[in-house]
């Protein structure tokens, strides 16, 4: 299936239940669409959610609400049925909204351009965690929801740990080469993934992030931008050239290429609630949804997990960096909006 969103696209989502997927596009309008294997996809919602650009997009609350961020700072709540807004945050952050990424039924992430993460409780209605992780924009986040930790990657060459539980950035790796894009948990737990921009994928061992313990660095002249894990031992990467591969972690291999979105740079890549179908969308402005067992046919076990999980707290003192290092490093352009405070975020949930 493909859809043309007539507009860069930079973020992709979908529903947690049902066949919807949204879009974010460079215009700041958010797109809705109903898929289905036996018909053409259907635009059920076309929304101008921000005056600039939509770039991160994710569904909250069993999929009722439609989160979305922005450079011009502001988080926004969309009915997902009707289409009106609920609820909106001019002041979010102090900087563009780069990310958005679910934590737990309650709670979502956003990250910046100027590497700060904030953690919102949605029962709360509240901003309950503020983490200035990194110097530079955070590329990507995940959750290791059994530890309460929340995990970033920045421009700034860096990878962050950020403690829920005691509100404090618990741990931040040794500078890399060069920018950290992606990230995924990998072998139940155990391994932290990281793409780059000159296109390895370095191998972090739970605990210790000082620096990674591997380093694959024959996957891709160009950069990894997106991940996604299909199950303990094998991820998905779109990347730079357009080219979207199934790679085996741990032994680390190139099993094989699944998928062609065109020539051009991956955005971003999702699943489908019941991962029957992978979703990417690329700077052609086309969103296409992929059958995956077609993809991965041949490719051997296509068994499918959800995100690794870690146990306890164990690690909890090991490897701590009290006073994490800074980098001015990163290319990517910012649209930073400085000077704006959080007033009004206390209420920013009130109708969710």
């Not at 930079?10 to 809705?32: C, E, K, N, R, T």
Request: one cysteine or more; hydrophobic letters at 35%.
């Amino acid at each position: 299936m493909e859809i043309d969103l007539g507009k860069l696209a930079f973020d992709v989502d979908f529903h947690p239940s049902d066949q919807l997927v949204a879009a974010g596009l460079i215009s700041g309008d958010l797109h809705l669409y109903r898929y289905s294997p036996d018909s053409a996809p259907v635009r059920l919602l076309e929304v101008h959610a921000h005056t600039e650009s939509c770039r991160a997009v994710r569904f909250i609350n069993e999929g009722r609400a439609l989160l979305t961020g922005s450079p011009d700072c502001s988080i926004l709540a969309t009915d997902v049925e009707t289409g009106s807004s609920i609820a909106r945050l001019d002041n979010a952050h102090e900087a563009a909204v780069n990310r958005l990424i679910n934590l737990t039924e309650s709670t979502v992430a956003s990250g910046d351009d100027d590497g700060c993460i904030k953690v919102w409780d949605t029962r709360q209605r509240s901003c309950c965690n503020t983490f200035e992780a990194h110097e530079d924009y955070i590329s990507d986040m995940t959750f290791a929801s059994d530890a309460m930790k929340l995990l970033g990657t920045s421009g700034d060459g860096t990878l962050s740990v950020c403690n829920l539980r005691r509100n404090k950035v618990q741990h931040q790796s040794e500078f890399s080469e060069d920018e950290l894009l992606s990230v995924v948990l990998m072998k139940n737990g155990r391994k932290v993934i990281c793409g780059t921009q000159t296109g390895n994928l370095l191998l972090y061992s739970w605990g210790y992030f000082k620096d990674c313990s591997d380093r694959f660095v024959d996957l891709s002249p160009n950069s990894i931008d997106a991940m996604l894990k299909l199950d303990e031992d094998r991820i998905i990467t779109g990347s730079e050239n357009g080219l979207i591969n199934l790679v085996g972690i741990l032994p680390n291999r190139v099993i094989q290429p699944i998928a062609e979105h065109s020539e051009y740079p991956i955005e971003r890549l999702a699943f489908s609630h019941d991962r029957k179908y992978l979703g990417s969308i690329a700077h052609d402005q086309m969103l296409k949804i992929w059958d995956l067992d077609d993809l991965l046919q041949g490719s051997g076990n296509t068994e499918r997990s959800e995100a690794g999980v870690v146990n306890s707290d164990s690690d909890d003192e090991m490897d701590i960096d009290a006073n994490p290092s800074k980098s001015n490093k990163g290319t990517k352009t910012k649209n930073a909006r400085n000077g704006h405070t959080l007033d009004g975020a206390n209420n920013f949930f009130a109708d969710l």
